[in-house]
T-cell receptor, first 111, second 113 residues
Framework: QKEVEQDPGPLSVPEGAIVSLNCTYS??????FMWYRQYSRKGPELLMY????GNKEDGRFTAQVDKSSKYISLFIRDSQPSDSATYLC???????????FGPGTSLSVIP | EPEVTQTPSHQVTQMGQEVILRCVPI?????FYWYRQILGQKVEFLVS????????KSEIFDDQFSVERPDGSNFTLKIRSTKLEDSAMYFC???????????FGPGTRLTVL
């Protein structure tokens, strides 16, 4: 079983839709969970950073972590064409540890 | 807003040549990292660096790779004898103490011919 898994997509939605992106992982030692956005041939841009289980909201973005199910989600409300990118889930065992990335989900928001 | 910068943006080299990729982390950050992403694949950890020494390295980071913080601002990755399979985007990241998000630079695209 891979350490971190994501549906690669591509996911295509109309502008204004609610987008749900998901990730599963196998190692219960992970405690810190992140979502990064990556535009083509650019560096990952941190969107959300959470510790342990629970929800975190920032503007149009909501991150959810369910450690009991080893499942994390990112919701994007009122999606915009500028949200079109690859979304990478990522996690760490400790706050200073290397980041382990998922393979990413490609999202297209159609005007 | 402070950001991680990397130079060059694109490096083309011949197989067997040495390359040095440069990074300027965010100024008050203490932890430094290199990652790479082969085209179409996931971002992979190479090495972490703290207090002027390597904290952890992956199995990718073999004897051909080295890192250095030559002064108070730069952080470099050297590949001594490049191979075709070293072609990838190389990302530098940095973080500070406490709530420890890693911030990534824009990357250097390395092409080995």
């Amino acid at each position: 079983q891979k350490e971190v898994e994501q549906d690669p997509g591509p996911l295509s939605v109309p502008e204004g839709a609610i987008v749900s992106l998901n990730c599963t992982y196998s190692n219960s030692a992970f405690q810190y969970f992140m979502w990064y956005r990556q535009y083509s041939r650019k560096g990952p841009e941190l969107l959300m950073y959470t510790y342990s289980s629970g929800n975190k909201e920032d503007g149009r973005f909501t991150a959810q972590v369910d450690k009991s199910s080893k499942y994390i989600s990112l919701f994007i409300r009122d999606s915009q064409p500028s949200d079109s990118a690859t979304y990478l889930c990522a996690m760490q065992k400790t706050s200073y540890d290397k980041v382990i990335f998922g393979p990413g989900t490609s999202l297209s928001v159609i005007p | 807003e402070p950001e991680v910068t990397q130079t060059p943006s694109h490096q083309v080299t011949q197989m067997g040549q040495e390359v040095i990729l440069r990074c300027v982390p965010i100024s008050n950050h203490l932890y430094f990292y290199w990652y790479r992403q082969i085209l179409g694949q996931k971002v992979e950890f190479l090495v972490s660096f703290y207090n002027n020494e390597i904290s952890e390295k992956s199995e990718i980071f073999d004897d051909q790779f080295s890192v250095e913080r030559p002064d108070g601002s730069n952080f470099t990755l050297k590949i001594r004898s490049t191979k075709l399979e070293d072609s990838a985007m190389y990302f530098c990241a940095s973080s500070t103490t406490g709530y420890n998000e890693q911030f990534f630079g824009p990357g250097t695209r390395l092409t080995v011919l």
